[in-house]
């Protein structure tokens, strides 16, 4: 099992990506959990989570998430930019799963 965090702003735009890379993951076979929540509530999540995607709206943040990322050893991106306009869960997904088998 994988623990995928994704943060933005709020946790609402989000979460649409969530499904679609709750649905790319169901037709790979993929035993997952992805969430996504408000850049407030991201840092102590970050202790359940073995990769924590940004929103690219925070990418400004990402110094900051860095440190505790670093803290509880997970790796950290901002999501690109096209695969979030485009909903692309399945592009996000796979950048995820990379994240976590290189870290």
């Known amino acids: 099992m994988k623990n995928i965090l994704l943060a933005c702003s709020a946790g609402m735009s989000t979460s649409l990506l969530v499904t679609k890379m709750e649905e790319a993951a169901k037709t790979k076979g993929l035993d997952v959990t992805i969430w996504a929540v408000s850049q407030d509530k991201a840092t102590k999540d970050m202790e359940k989570a073995d990769v924590l995607l940004i929103g690219p709206q925070m990418r400004f943040l990402k110094k900051k998430f860095a ?17 979030y306009g485009r909903l692309d869960g399945e592009s996000v997904l796979n950048r995820a799963m990379e994240l976590i088998e290189t870290y």
């Open 67 to 83: 440190k505790v990322a670093e803290e509880v050893g997970i790796p950290l991106e901002v999501i690109d930019s096209m695969a």
